[in-house]
């Protein structure tokens, strides 16, 4: 099965900017969808289709896929971005079709 | 504005059943994919199972295959995931989320409803 690898944690400072990576082989040739996480809530999508950001999705938030990562920006971090963060690509040579990356964990310092 | 509202959790015993249901208003349900995503405690996003739009075709992820079963009332705007031979591995928040096409993301999802296996 395909596997998506993500770093457990990252910690930043408000006001500056969070970087998530989702390693995968080959994942520059997949759509990658991002979503976000708060304790005890469902998860939120927050960018689709590696780049696309839903209506109501703060401007802060971006993506970028290209070889073997893509990632997940977060610019002028809020107290409010602190969440738990899941790529998640299809692979229809998968199985299961759908993937979800390991998570990571941001920390708003 | 998209509601989806699980229901049907609860503790049971291994070896189990229980039947989930998922609410949909807001939007056209019939004209969307529905999936399953379990979490178990303090882990990762793991999806379970998906329906087409008609309910003609479904899948399931390996671990549930043979044991789970999913479908949908179209005219009831609602989703069921019908859960045999339960497993503490089971154990797990169970959310519903909807997708527009095969391939595309999870735009919404329910709030969840947690089902534990335990003797």
């Known amino acids: 099965s395909y596997v998506l690898t993500q770093p457990p944690s990252v910690s930043v400072a408000p006001g500056k900017t969070a970087r998530i990576t989702c390693g995968g082989n080959?994942?520059?040739?997949?759509?990658v969808h991002w979503y976000q996480q708060k304790p005890g809530q469902a998860p939120v999508l927050v960018i689709y289709y590696d780049s696309d950001r839903p209506s109501g999705i703060p401007e802060r938030f971006s993506g970028s896929n290209s070889g073997n990562t893509a990632t997940l920006t977060i610019s002028r971090v809020e107290a409010g971005d602190e969440a738990d963060y899941y790529c998640?690509?299809?692979?229809?040579?998968?199985?299961?079709?759908?993937?979800f990356g390991t998570g990571t964990k941001v920390t708003v310092l | 504005e998209v509601q989806l509202v699980e229901s049907g959790g609860g503790l049971v015993q291994p070896g189990g059943s229980l039947r989930l249901s998922c609410a949909a208003s807001g939007f056209t349900f019939s004209s969307y994919w529905m999936h399953w995503v379990r979490q178990a405690p303090g882990k990762g996003l793991v999806w379970v199972s998906r329906i087409n739009s008609d309910g003609s075709s479904t899948s399931y992820a390996d671990s549930v295959k043979g044991r789970f079963t999913i479908s949908r009332d179209n005219a009831k705007n609602t989703l069921y995931l019908q859960m045999n031979s339960l497993r503490a591995e089971d154990t797990a928040v169970y959310y519903c989320?909807?997708?527009?096409?095969?391939?595309?993301?999870?735009?919404?999802w329910g709030q969840g409803t947690l089902v534990t296996v335990s003797s």
């Open positions: 989320a909807l997708a527009d096409t095969a391939m595309g993301c999870f735009d919404y």
């Open positions: 998640q690509v299809w692979d229809s040579s998968s199985d299961p079709f759908y993937v």
């Open positions: 080959n994942i520059g040739s997949k759509s």
